[in-house]
């Protein structure tokens, strides 16, 4: 079963801020994917990056970048130069492929305020 | 493109009373979910449908049952609703998530207040 702890509840920044939202999970998987969605004040829930545990390498998205350390079991999303519209609860979630795994158990979620 | 449509967005019940949460997708996804969403919680999954014919429970099942009833369609049902359901809740598909090679498509959501 997979496990994920997003331990900042709450963040708020100030606009043009970097800020950095932790995910910390747990698998007994050897091979596992790691999701992070995004969920603005309208509601909706949007996916943003998918990395499995074979690649290692950070990922960056104008923006946005994603530090995977599978010795610390970790994925962290960082937002470089924070604007407004960043403002939205983020979720990190992992899903671990032992052949038979079809669902996908959230985090709680760090709801960032970026202040104008 | 209309993607994973839920109906109704608003409902609001008695304690007591029964409704049912539909989901259609026109994706051709074979997987189907439903979460809750409350605040501090996050996203909790209720019950999923891997493939058409099978249904399995999440993390919160107790007190809902669903049904698949087409390749398109997920429902979430309330027999007696309580106020500990009143939530926002979101249906999901994806074409397999076994292989972590798809990703989730969620609807807008429906919010439910038991009184």
């Known amino acids: 079963a997979q496990k994920v702890t997003q331990a900042q509840t709450e963040i708020s920044v100030v606009e043009k801020e970097d800020v950095t939202l932790d995910c910390v999970y747990e698998t007994r998987d050897t091979t596992y994917y790691l999701f992070w969605y995004k969920q603005p004040p309208s509601g909706e829930l949007v996916f943003l990056i998918r990395?499995?545990?074979?690649?290692?390498q950070n990922e960056i998205s104008g923006r946005y970048s994603w530090n995977f350390q599978k010795s610390t079991s970790s994925f962290n999303f960082t937002i470089t130069a924070s604007q407004v519209v960043d403002s939205a609860v983020y979720f990190c979630a992992p899903l671990g492929w032992s052949g038979a795994t079809n669902k996908l158990i959230f985090g709680t979620g760090t709801l960032l305020a970026v202040q104008p | 493109n209309a993607g994973v449509t839920q109906t109704p967005k608003f409902q609001v019940l008695k304690t007591g009373q029964s409704m049912t949460l539909q989901c259609a997708q026109d994706m051709n996804h074979n997987s189907m979910y439903w979460y809750r969403q409350d605040p501090g919680m996050g996203l909790r999954l209720i019950y999923y449908s891997a493939s058409e014919g099978t249904t399995d429970k999440g993390e919160v099942p107790n007190g809902y049952n669903v049904s698949r009833l087409n390749k398109r369609e997920f429902s979430l049902r309330l027999e007696s609703a309580a106020p500990s359901q009143t939530s926002v809740y979101f249906c999901?598909?994806?074409?397999?998530?076994?292989?972590?090679?798809?990703?989730?498509?969620f609807g807008a959501g429906s919010r439910l207040t038991v009184l």
């Open positions: 990395r499995n545990s074979f690649d290692e």
């Open positions: 999901a598909s994806t074409r397999d998530l076994s292989s972590g090679a798809n990703v989730l498509t």
